[in-house]
């Protein structure tokens, strides 16, 4: 059976590194729909309407771009250095010891990373937005983001037995991976390489994630997948390809599970021919999106 982590509340932010910062904020504020909450040299953190203090932390560094981190919650002050002494002993690597956190929000922080290199910040105690609220065709949080792996035997025992992360389901392609109600808050895509695959944004209603896909594509930005149902997670979604070719998701009403959920196999999670989706009304993902998934690489 799945079951919720002990030690991660759940997902908390993304940072990436990006080569023109003025040109990502006009994207993800005026087409994305976030809001800056706080401005740095060289740095800007963005919010949606929830609780999260931000939701995307960008830099600026001249390049490809990069993902940094992925930033977990944890559920309690113990976590940190539980997280740091395990790391180590399954293959990975401290990164940053336990101190305090280097962004706005606060609190105190770690970072480890796994065998291949991707990096999991592990906070505690960092500020939250003191009005959450929910806004129509605005991102809420995070939903989850997908991580690619050349070996998802490695990747997926990594995280059971450093962040105490469970299976929630399988299929050909993916590893579903949950640490609270949510059913899953990051996923393990099964691929040639370690790119980032894409980060999923969570709107309020079904209805702003096609108000959301209308209005992309009136600002230039295709549909790239979508709009559909996926079966794990039995999540909406429509697939864009940002500045940078970073991939980025908005989807809604994603599964809640408790640890009585079964884990599925593969062969619970078979389409008829030609169908990519439950509904059965989207095509495949485009060549151009399934090229992009394959770009972002974590920093050295």
């Not at 919720?4 to 904020?25: H, K, M, T």
């Not at 996926?230 to 070719?245: E, S, T, V």
Request: some cysteine; overall charge negative.
């Amino acid at each position: 059976m799945s079951h919720a982590s002990s030690l991660i509340a759940g997902l908390r932010s993304v940072a990436l590194n990006v080569p023109d910062l003025a040109f990502a904020e006009k994207f993800f504020t005026d087409v994305w729909h976030l809001e800056v909450a706080h401005r740095q040299q060289g740095v800007i953190y963005l919010s949606g309407t929830g609780e999260d203090d931000h939701l995307l932390a960008l830099h600026e560094k001249p390049g490809a771009a990069q993902i940094r981190h992925v930033s977990l919650r944890a559920r309690h002050a113990q976590a940190l250095s539980t997280i740091a002494l395990a790391a180590p002993h399954h293959g990975g690597r401290l990164v940053k010891a336990v101190g305090t956190a280097p962004d706005p929000s606060g609190g105190i922080a770690v970072q480890v990373a796994d065998a291949d290199g991707r990096v999991f910040e592990i906070v505690h105690g960092d500020r939250l937005r003191s009005q959450p609220t929910r806004v129509a065709d605005r991102p809420e949080r995070l939903a989850h983001a997908v991580l690619n792996t050349r070996d998802v035997a490695l990747t997926q025992a990594f995280m059971e037995n450093v962040l105490d992360f469970s299976l929630s389901d399988r299929t050909r392609i993916m590893a579903f991976m949950r640490c609270n109600s949510d059913h899953h808050s990051v996923a393990l895509g099964i691929s040639d390489n370690d790119a980032l695959n894409h980060i999923a944004f969570l709107m309020p209603d079904l209805e702003s994630v096609m108000r959301g896909g209308g209005r992309m594509r009136d600002a230039g930005y295709d549909i790239h997948w979508g709009p559909g149902r996926h079966g794990p997670g039995n999540n909406a979604f429509n697939y864009f390809i940002g500045p940078f070719d970073i991939v980025i998701e908005y989807t809604a009403e994603v599964s809640q599970i408790d640890d009585n959920y079964p884990v599925g196999q593969p062969d619970n999670w078979t389409w008829p021919p030609g169908r990519v989706d439950q509904w059965g009304i989207s095509a495949p993902p485009s060549a151009r999106l399934k090229e992009a998934q394959r770009a972002i690489f974590f920093a050295d």
